[in-house]
């Protein structure tokens, strides 16, 4: 296991509803990076937060947004809900200084929009 | 922007058969690589990574990698498969502060 936690592991909502997941980060690492996951693809970037502050995003609209907590866990939240939003959602987190560039993922929140 | 290419969304090999998953990538930088491996109904799992140094990786569960810069390849090999290697492998590179991913090889292990 990783270290990386989510919450919660399943949910179901329905169209136009606004739904907010989240990550606590693996102990010492104060970047988190949001994923979507569609069912039979890879994942696709979000966005990523680094010291509370978004420093990346993916070609995502702006109603996907997120937090990051001081204790560096972070929020994904996602307002007006559509039928494509129906994803598995991982969060990664990845140390600041060694080993930069290897993100560890959780093991995911189940989205399903109705 | 780079861009990862695996080859073959289903493979299929008997236990005990040599496992080979291929991947291509796309990157006008030297390319920081990685191989995932996410089994049914959970998060992805590192399995191996290529940063710099010796081009032949080795990771978790008898797994290994190769990163051939001149055929821009990183495929992943294991010489023995075993039934609880059956899961969704994905080769990534690294961009910037993100991952691309590719768009996942599913391997059967046929009894």
């Known amino acids: 296991e990783t270290g990386v936690t989510q919450s919660p592991t399943h949910l179901i909502k329905t169209r136009g509803q606004q739904v907010t997941l989240r990550c606590s980060s693996q102990?010492?690492?104060?970047?988190v990076s949001w994923y979507q996951q569609a069912l039979g693809q890879g994942p696709q970037f979000i966005f990523q937060y680094y010291r509370e502050e978004e420093n990346g995003r993916g070609n995502f609209p702006p109603r996907f947004s997120g937090l990051q907590f001081p204790n560096y866990s972070s929020e994904l939240n996602v307002n007006a809900l559509e039928l494509d939003d129906s994803a598995l959602y991982l969060c990664a987190s990845r140390a600041g200084t060694s080993d930069f560039y290897t993100q560890y993922f959780g093991p995911g929140t189940r989205l399903t929009v109705l | 922007a780079q861009s990862v290419t695996q080859l073959g969304s289903h493979v299929s090999v008997s236990e005990g058969a040599l496992v080979l998953l291929r991947c291509n990538y796309s990157s006008s930088v030297p390319p920081y690589l990685f191989w995932y491996v996410q089994y049914p109904n959970q998060g992805l799992q590192l399995l191996l990574k290529?940063?710099?140094?010796?081009?032949l990786v080795k990771g978790i569960n008898g797994f290994e990698a190769e990163f051939k810069k001149s055929e821009t390849s990183f495929h992943l090999t294991k010489p023995s498969a075993h039934m609880s290697d059956a899961a969704e492998y994905f080769c990534?590179?690294?961009?910037?502060?993100?991952?691309?991913f590719g768009k996942g090889t599913r391997l059967h292990i046929l009894p």
């Open positions: 990534a590179v690294s961009e910037d502060d993100k991952i691309i």
């Open positions: 102990s010492g690492h104060n970047t």
């Open positions: 290529y940063t710099t140094g010796a081009t």
